[in-house]
Structures are given as structure tokens and as C-alpha cells.
């Protein structure tokens, strides 16, 4: 990573696209600056600190550069010279997230469980349990599936589609890519290395999820590890079972919110596209595939900021349709609810709704 | 210890920087005639287009001369006597003689006019290397309605092509020979460069030569071809290359030809002298003149090295250059201009882009390509690697796409 960083930071010319492209607040940084501060045995200075555990790693600075510099993996390497001075909240957000607790980290996360099951009692057996019985699929949704309604509905279309499959969900079963994201690279490698050995035990055939960060993080276990399953999100895998589907159309049109990891890092944009194209009119925002803007999920500095930058998103939606779909269910969970002028919706509720209305009819 | 290092470009300030990194002791001067401290130069395209303002340029963070220590001294080197170990540099009019201890040269080259403008001194014509020039650029850009004429179809001339025309102005694109943006560039890429440009308006002239140019005043109104035509014109920008600074070596007795000549640990032919970035031409290498950004910080990162006893190499390999033309990506890695006949060219047309890929005894050894989405991480992991490829070219892609 050393080697990589510091060629990248040869590669930099100034040219500042990246700067301009970020969607982070930033206050009077300049490359040079933030060039020095990326090298391995500087200082960073403050305005740096605050900017790099604000970055939320979307990769929007990528396809700007003209050199060819990857700026993410610079900041993240910046984030990772400073994991010792995180500030209190990553700390304690990371704690939360960590597989291997003990004491009385283990004791809260276990209380929190415990809550977990009691509310949602059907979900109950599918948290913190690792599935060993062979099956073709495995679901993997991670720490999401504490969200229990998109679970439930997931859970409704795989049944459907009628393939046996695994779940594989709960706090300790955590992707590793949140403590990618601050900078802590031993952490993460040990939590993807957790998360393999836990997959293999029901040896799939396919892994599925809805969720960007944990996709990622299963492509990098894919590449460190070599394994043999495919790897798809809940939206493509249901593709794949298009024909069993009724065709109705749901609503005049439906623009779509890209994923940054799933359709800019991945090139996985299309899924999404087609499915809208089945039940709907897809039109598309000017910001979107790789130049889609950010959920700012991962960034927990700023509220305020975030909020109002995710309202400028829907507005833009809001220019185009009504309804505004999205395919990440991190993405889905910032802007539902936010904005009671524009519908959003995960894209799985057409697959849904078109179900219940053909069902209403027969 | 006394290192001096000739010329404040980034080739001589990564030197100083190793060195300081290496020891905390010893006494650094850098002499550099602009007096501007390093600015990002391939950045002045967009400073010029207003995207940047100055102070964004700068390619250091304030108070980096005083915290590194570093003496930073305005003034023209010159001459050089390797035997004394003595220079003379001229400080505001003064002359004074100064001796060292490891002398770098960095000093960079000085832009080509062509022939054909004699040394006149025109108004409407123009280089594009420093900051003098790029602001002399943009005020005459603003009154200027015409014809940008840029001659030159190398690299420079390319992007300010692009440049110009992103900025709405009327530009044609002269090139002396049938090669664009690099020589040995793959004929289809060629094409496709081409076209791309005359899409976006810019007219491109090929293989001509011109054999009179028409002057009113201080001005240069028109360039005649040797096809007969008249070109009328309202500014020229010349992008013809660089000439490296050989005064100096010429002068100290350094072996050179179309630059310095350095080993693969950046000493020229005498002890205690180095050079690095721009002048300098690696004779040892397939690939001998590498004046591009990357490689002139590595090469003085590795001299500074070298200065205070260090023996690291330089490996020119895999050279690389990626850049945007009009949002569509172009790149080239190492050797994607080898002829021969143990090289095995492999090419694969995409809906919105063009690939090809150099293979030689498995293993691959260049590459370009234009448009799609591709990352140059990949391509230069293969090739630095060496990771021989099995199962043919299919293999080859599916590693790169990962």
C-alpha cells in the first residue's frame, strides 16, 4: 500500500479535479497540502485530519483524474496513519461493529442482540447464527438485518423465486468495511477473513446482498481468497428469475439513485436499470452512474451538512419523477423519509408490489 | 556537506526532499532562475481555463523552504567546472563563484520555436511552459476572436488543443508528422483520435510542412503549407518539445547527446555530479527520453538518494501516460509502440472503446487504449509483475478487468 501510495502521489499533477468532484465540506485544502500530509512520515495538519475522516471513500475523485491516481485509496491511507487520534465517535462506532468483543463490549452488543430478537421475533434465528446446512444461495445482509422490514420483503421474493436458501445476519457477522473506511486495515482484513470462513461453512453456490458495503467487501474476500461462488446483489439475482414474474406496470416513471461502490467502483449498473424497465419508465438523473452522488451514510461528522446535501439529491430527483428508486439499502435508509416531496423506494418493493397486485387479481 | 541542486522544478525539489529525509544536517541550496517556488506544471491547463487560481498551483504547502531547511536562491547558473567543483551564478546582475560538494542537475529544457519564425519577436505567438506563459496566454485570449493555431501533435500539443476548444475558441491542430499525441501510436488508436477531435471542431493538419508564414506589424497573420494553401490565423501556440539545457554540461565536459547522459543510478559521466528529470537521456534504456511528470519526480527522488550514498536504481518501467481528451480516456503503458515480430498485438473493440494490448513471450508488455472505463492499476501490476499469461489473450483481459 506504502509502494502504491507514493506512486500515486508522483502521479499527481495538480490539476485539483478531484477536489472539485468531492462531495465532502471542505475548507481551504489544497493538493499540495493534502499531497504532503499523504506521505508516509509527515504530520498532518488539522484541516487535513478533519477532512480525511470525513471522506466517506465514495470514489467520486477516481474517474475525474487524469493521471490515473487513485485519491481514495491516498485519503484512506492518511486515515490510516491516523487511527490512533480518531476522534470519540468513530471510536465508539467502531466498537459497536467489532466481530471479535470481549468483556463488556461483548456484554452490550449481546444486550442489543437480545433486544433485536425480542422485537422482531421472526427474524429471531437468522441473527448471529452462522447456517451450516448446504444450500445453493446464502443471503447475506450483515448488520442490516437490524432494518427487518427490507429483510422481510427480501425474504418474500426469495421464497418466491423458490431456490433454498441461507441467511447469514447479525452484528458479528460485520463485512469489515466500516473499519475500512477509518482507516483501521487490521481490523477489516480480520472481520473479511471471519466473514470467509463463516460463508464456507455452507459452502454456496451464489452470495447475495443489498447492501454496497458489504458487496464490496465480498468481491475482496473473492480476490484475496480465489472462492469459487458468484457474487451477486438481491436486484441482479432476481433478474436472473425475471420470467417468473408478472408483468404490470407500476408506476408513470421511476428515476434511480446509483450505488458508488455497486455501479462506479463495479460497473454493476445495469441491474437496477432493467429492473425499473419491467415495471416501469426509467429516467435517468443527470448525476448518475459514475458521476452518482453520495448517501454520505459513512460520514458521521457532519449532520446538518449531510442532510442538506442529500436534499439537494432529491431535488435533482424531484426534476425528473416522483418516485425515486434505489438499488443500496444504505443509500435507501438515508433518503427515506427525508423529503415528503418525492416517494423513495428500494428497488425490491416493485418486485414486491408487483406480486400483491397480481396476487390481488387472481 | 554542500549539496547544490540547478533548477527548483519538481525533479530538483523531490532531490532536496530525499536528502533532507535522509539527513538532518547537511546544507541544501536549490538555484532556479523563475524565482516562482514549484508550481504544478501539467496544472496550467487548468489554471488557464479558470478552473484554478494561482494559489492553488503552488505545489508545495507554505513554509516549506524554512521547515526543511532548504535555501532557495533566485539566480541563473553560469558556468560549471566539475574539476574545481565551482559554479558561478549570476544573483541580480552579480557574479559569484560557489563551490559544492554534489552538484544535481535538474534544470529542465527550454521549449522548441520552429524554424520557420526565425527570431522574430511576434506578438501572437506563444509558448506553454511556465506561468509567464499561461498568463500571457489568457490575456490575449480574451480579446482574441480567430484562429488558435497549435503547432506540434505531441502530447503538449494535444491537450492544448483540447484545452482551447473546451474554452470555445476556433483551433487547428498542425502536426508535422502522421503521428498524434506519441510516436508509434497504434494506427486505429490514431484514427480514433482523430476523429474525436474533428467531432468536437478541431481541425487537424497532417504530414504538412510549412514553407512561409505572412507577418503584419508585430503579428503573424498566416502560415503557408507546402500543399499551397494559406492558413489565416489570429494566435500560435508552439507545443514543437523541449530542448534540454546542455550549456552547462557541455561545458563541465559531461557526456551527452540529445541530453545528459546518466547511469541507472541518475551520475552523469563525472564524480559528484548528477542530473535528473527533463535533460536528462537514459542511453542504457529502450525507452530514452522520458519527459513526462511521474518519472522526473522519481528520477529525483532516486538521485537525492544516491547524493548522500545511497545506490538505489531508476527503472524506467512501465512508463505510463493517461490523460482525458474531451472526457474520454487515453492511455499507454510501457512498450505499446514495439515493432517486431516476437511481439504478439492483441486487440479487443468494446461499444464505447478501443484496447490493445503488447505481448511478448507471455508476459505482457504494453498497452493502450481510449475510452471505456478502464484503470491503469491493473495494466501497470501486470506488466511490473511479470506474471507470465496463460490460456492466451482471453486470461489477459480477464486479469486486467479485475
Known amino acids: 500500500m506504502r509502494k502504491w501510495v507514493s506512486h500515486d502521489i508522483d502521479l499527481c499533477i495538480g490539476c485539483n479535479r478531484c477536489m472539485e468532484a468531492c462531495p465532502v465540506t471542505k475548507k481551504h485544502i489544497t493538493i499540495a497540502d493534502l499531497n504532503m500530509a499523504t506521505e508516509p512520515e509527515t504530520e498532518v495538519p488539522q484541516n487535513i485530519i478533519d477532512f480525511s475522516f470525513n471522506c466517506v471513500q465514495c470514489g467520486r475523485c477516481v474517474p475525474v483524474c487524469p493521471a490515473g491516481a487513485r485519491r481514495d485509496y491516498m485519503v484512506l491511507f492518511i486515515k490510516y496513519k491516523l487511527r490512533a487520534q480518531k476522534p470519540g465517535k468513530y471510536d465508539k462506532y467502531i466498537q459497536i461493529k467489532d466481530q471479535d468483543k470481549r468483556g463488556f463490549e461483548l456484554m452490550k452488543q449481546k444486550l442489543y442482540t437480545t433486544y433485536m430478537k425480542l422485537k422482531h421475533r421472526d427474524l429471531r434465528q437468522y441473527m448471529g447464527s452462522v447456517p451450516s446446512e448446504n444450500k445453493e444461495i446464502l443471503f447475506y445482509p450483515g448488520c442490516y438485518i437490524n432494518s427487518p422490514e427490507v429483510i422481510r420483503r427480501t425474504m418474500k421474493l426469495l421464497n418466491f423465486v423458490g431456490t433454498p436458501y441461507n441467511i447469514l445476519g447479525g452484528l458479528n457477522t460485520c463485512c469489515g468495511i466500516p473499519h475500512l473506511l477509518i482507516g483501521e486495515f487490521e481490523l477489516a482484513e480480520k472481520n473479511m477473513d471471519l466473514l470467509h470462513a463463516k460463508i464456507n461453512r455452507s459452502t454456496p453456490k451464489i452470495v447475495i446482498t443489498g447492501c454496497a458495503e458489504c458487496f464490496e467487501a465480498l468481491v475482496r474476500i473473492k480476490a484475496k481468497h480465489k472462492t469459487e461462488y458468484d457474487i451477486l446483489t438481491v436486484t441482479e439475482f432476481l433478474l436472473t428469475h425475471r420470467d417468473k414474474f408478472p408483468k404490470v406496470r407500476l408506476r408513470p416513471n421511476i428515476t434511480l439513485h446509483d450505488s458508488c461502490r455497486i455501479t462506479r467502483r463495479y460497473n454493476r449498473g445495469e441491474a437496477p436499470r432493467k429492473a425499473i424497465e419491467m415495471f416501469s419508465k426509467l429516467v435517468e438523473m443527470e448525476n448518475s452512474r459514475e458521476k452518482t452522488l453520495c448517501c454520505y451514510y459513512w460520514n458521521m461528522g457532519h449532520d446538518g451538512a449531510n442532510d442538506k446535501n442529500r436534499k439537494k439529491r432529491l431535488n435533482e430527483a424531484r426534476g425528473k419523477s416522483k418516485t425515486l428508486a434505489c438499488d443500496c439499502i444504505t443509500c435507501y435508509e438515508k433518503y427515506v423519509g427525508l423529503d415528503d416531496g418525492i416517494e423513495v423506494i428500494d428497488i425490491l418493493e416493485l418486485f414486491e408490489e408487483a406480486l400483491d397486485k397480481e396476487g390481488g387479481a387472481r | ?402
Not at chain 2, 530538483?12 to 546544507?27: M, N, Q, Y
Not at chain 2, 498568463?135 to 485570449?141: G, P, T
Not at chain 2, 514553407?211 to 500543399?227: A, M, Q
Request: glycine content about 10%; charged content about 30%.
Open chain 2, 1 to 402: 556537506m554542500k549539496y547544490m541542486i540547478i533548477g527548483g522544478g519538481c525533479a530538483g525539489i523531490e532531490a532536496a526532499r530525499e536528502i533532507r529525509r535522509r539527513d538532518s544536517e547537511v546544507k541544501i541550496i536549490i538555484i532556479d532562475d523563475s524565482g516562482d517556488s514549484f508550481i504544478f506544471r501539467p496544472a496550467l491547463k487548468e489554471y488557464l481555463m479558470g478552473a484554478i487560481r494561482k494559489e492553488e498551483l503552488r505545489g508545495l504547502p507554505a513554509g516549506f523552504f524554512i521547515d526543511k531547511r532548504i535555501e532557495f536562491l533566485k539566480g541563473t547558473v553560469t558556468s560549471l567546472d566539475a574539476d574545481k567543483t565551482l559554479i558561478t551564478v549570476k544573483e541580480n546582475g552579480k557574479d559569484t563563484v560557489k563551490n559544492y560538494d554534489k552538484l544535481l542537475l535538474a534544470h529542465g529544457g527550454r521549449p522548441n520555436l520552429p524554424p520557420y519564425l526565425g527570431d522574430r519577436d511576434l506578438k501572437n505567438v506563444f509558448q506553454f511552459k511556465s506561468l509567464g506563459d499561461a498568463e500571457s496566454i489568457k490575456s490575449h485570449l480574451k480579446t482574441s476572436k480567430g484562429r488558435c493555431m497549435v503547432i506540434g501533435g505531441g502530447v503538449l500539443g494535444v491537450e492544448t488543443a483540447e484545452l482551447l476548444s473546451r474554452m470555445d475558441h476556433n483551433v487547428t491542430l498542425l502536426s508535422r508528422s502522421e503521428n498524434l499525441v506519441f510516436r508509434g501510436i497504434p494506427k486505429r488508436l490514431r484514427q480514433r483520435v482523430r476523429n474525436l477531435f474533428e467531432k468536437n471542431g478541431v481541425a487537424i493538419l497532417m504530414c504538412k510542412m510549412v514553407t512561409d508564414i505572412e507577418i503584419s506589424g508585430d503579428r503573424l497573420t498566416g502560415l503557408v503549407l507546402d500543399d499551397g494553401n494559406l492558413l489565416e490565423m489570429d494566435m500560435l501556440i508552439a507545443c514543437t518539445g523541449i530542448s534540454p539545457n546542455l550549456n552547462l554540461a557541455a561545458e563541465a565536459g559531461l557526456e551527452i547527446s540529445k541530453g545528459i547522459h546518466v547511469d541507472r543510478t541518475m551520475r552523469t559521466s563525472r564524480e559528484n555530479v548528477f542530473a535528473a528529470g527533463d535533460c536528462v537521456v537514459l542511453d542504457w534504456s529502450s525507452r530514452k527520453i522520458l519527459r513526462l511528470w511521474e518519472p522526473s519526480r522519481r528520477m529525483g527522488r532516486i538521485a537525492g538518494a544516491n547524493m548522500t550514498g545511497a545506490n538505489e536504481v531508476f527503472d524506467p518501467y512501465p512508463s505510463f501516460y493517461h490523460t482525458y481528451l474531451f472526457d474520454v480516456p487515453l492511455g499507454f503503458f510501457g512498450d505499446f509502440d514495439t515493432p517486431g515480430e516476437d511481439y504478439d498485438r492483441v486487440t479487443r473493440k468494446t461499444d464505447d472503446g478501443y484496447r490493445e494490448l503488447v505481448i511478448k513471450n507471455n508476459r505482457l508488455v504494453g498497452a493502450s487504449f481510449m475510452g471505456g472505463r478502464p484503470s491503469p492499476p491493473p495494466f501497470l501490476h501486470l506488466m511490473k509483475s511479470g506474471k507470465k499469461i496463460r490460456g492466451g489473450s482471453d486470461s489477459c483481459w480477464m486479469m486486467i478487468s479485475i
